[in-house]
């Protein structure tokens, strides 16, 4: 593991849910004023990898350290006001409006002293703007769509200004114009604040296109991470997620480009090479 030091790392981390161990023997350094996706197969261990990173799952071997202190014994508050956090199943209180969820990203920065003031009300303004739900303020988020409570729910996080955002699958229930719309968002929040990005996707082209950083998982370790333009190979296709495909520069972004190819493509190949 590279001794370069960084806000956010795990070394040696062991997580899991009671007996069963998902995340095994992890070493991680998340470079900092980078965006890093961590992609893998279903149930491979990149969500509790998250969880673990966030401190909601405490490691049963290894840490993780935020600023050179182990996460768990730091204040929670401290934490919060550092780290914010879109975990994959979030849960609303009935009847709430949007704009008072958004709101509660500005907890952090409550006191005792300290009353609800124009900053805050500028985060939430700004976090509703760069989400594009300005018009849904008003409106519960009961009755909102799936699509529309996920944009809602990276509003709360933005709100919450942190150098760290973590975002398990920010993407879940959007549409690929939203996707694309919602990752442009994160990319210009990295590039006009330096804000430090992890988050989970399943879409590995999106990943390769966004990620400075790639990190690739396979049973609950770390398999390969580095630049996408070094990890994204057929071969590194193959070992994490059994699949065969080419590799092609991606005719807009110059990044990798994943094309499955299947059972109908691998018979059209096989007639291409047989002619």
């Not at 006191?111 to 594009?132: H, K, P, Q, Y």
């Amino acid at each position: 593991m590279s001794t370069t030091a960084t806000r956010l790392r795990a070394e040696g981390l062991d997580l899991g849910y009671a007996q069963r161990r998902i995340v095994t023997d992890l070493d991680l350094a998340v470079p900092d004023g980078k965006v890093s996706v961590v992609v893998g197969a279903n149930a491979c261990g990149k969500s509790t990898l998250l969880r673990g990173l966030a401190r909601l799952l405490r490691p049963t071997a290894g840490h993780v350290l935020l600023d050179g202190q182990a996460i768990h014994t730091l204040p929670t508050k401290q934490v919060a006001r550092t780290l914010g956090l879109l975990p994959q199943s979030a849960l609303a209180p009935e009847g709430i409006t949007v704009a008072d969820l958004v709101g509660r990203g500005r907890h952090p920065h409550a006191g005792l002293l300290r009353r609800w003031g124009a900053a805050d009300e500028a985060a939430v303004a700004s976090a509703l703007e760069m989400t594009g739900t300005v018009d849904l303020a008003e409106r519960t988020v009961d009755e909102l769509s799936g699509g529309q409570r996920q944009r809602v729910w990276v509003a709360m996080a933005l709100a919450q200004q942190t150098d760290l955002l973590l975002l398990d699958e920010p993407t879940t229930f959007l549409d690929l114009a939203h996707q694309v719309e919602l990752l442009d968002v994160l990319a210009d929040l990295n590039a006009a604040r330096g804000t430090t990005i992890v988050m989970v996707l399943h879409e590995l082209n999106l990943a390769a296109r966004y990620a400075d950083h790639l990190v690739a998982m396979k049973d609950g370790r770390l398999v390969a991470q580095g630049p996408p333009t070094e990890v994204v190979t057929a071969e590194l296709v193959h070992e994490v997620f059994g699949l065969e495909c080419r590799v092609v520069p991606d005719p807009v972004s110059h990044t990798p480009l994943v094309v499955p190819i299947g059972r109908r493509g691998r018979a059209t190949v096989t007639v291409q090479e047989d002619s």
